[in-house]
């Protein structure tokens, strides 16, 4: 047996949107948007040209310097990912309340 001490270890259905597009900056993004029922309803935003990934809500879209730091992109760049995933992004649901 397995000398881990899990935290969790479960399985779950969940469904990613593949898309990829251009901007103005010229910048290619490819990203896997995966929506799951972790994280309160925010999404899991992988950039697969990078392989980084952070969970994003709308909250997070608000907050400066979060896309620019998570992603390691210039203030233009992330201004178009920003408006991207600010239509793309729904709100913050509370399910164990």
Not at 26 to 48: E, H, M, Q, S
């Amino acid at each position: 047996m397995s000398e881990f001490d899990f935290l969790y270890d479960t399985k779950e259905e969940t469904t990613t949107r593949w898309l990829c597009f251009v901007g103005e900056t010229l910048r290619r993004f490819d990203l896997a948007i995966v929506n799951t029922n972790r994280y309160y309803g925010k999404k899991l935003v992988i950039d697969l040209q990078t392989g980084r990934s952070a969970v994003i809500g709308p909250d997070d879209l608000e907050e400066e310097g979060y896309l620019e730091h998570a992603y390691k992109l210039n203030e233009e760049e992330a201004g178009e990912l920003r408006s991207f995933l600010s239509e793309v992004v729904g709100g913050i649901h509370f399910t164990d309340i």
